[in-house]
């Protein structure tokens, strides 16, 4: 069965409390990314070996699976448009269309172990790239599909709530 597309604009991320998952983006250093993308990854092989990562907990809801193939993917979208940012002025970042991702590449269909693999270099390549990122440059802009701008620093913050949120879904 197909779940519902999610179209929330998530960008209060970045002035308030995710009241679900916790996540407290307004006082969230943009050097402190990089090592809450890399805990984050940490946690997920674990989650990824259960033995009912593939089961859905009802219709509405990814599996474990799903959620991890979405988080690794999370990670090279967004290193993507960082290194874009980084190169380019005022990049737009095209449109990503994460649930028909999910449909075309099969997440529910794909091996735990390999996901818990690709999401953890994925991880590493993303959290470097941050890491990396000079002062001067935390003020690069680029647009997202939808108009919305961030800069370096802002995109950093908005995009480790995705993986932050869905490993709080996943631990429920």
Known sequence: MAIVPDTKNWTWVLDETCSDCGYD????????????????????????????????????????????????????????????????EVPAFANWDQDATAVADRYSEQQPAAVAAELVAAAEVVAARFEAVADEQLGRTGLRSDGSAFTVESLARYFVHDPVHHLHDVRR
């Open 25 to 88: 983006g307004p006082t969230t250093e943009f050097r402190e990314v990089p090592r809450l993308v890399r805990e984050n990854a940490a946690a997920w092989p674990g989650v990824l070996a259960a033995a009912d990562a593939a089961v859905r907990p009802d219709d509405r809801t990814w599996s474990a699976l799903e959620y991890g193939a979405h988080v690794r993917d999370v990670f090279r979208v967004f290193d993507e448009r960082l290194a874009l940012m980084l190169r380019e």
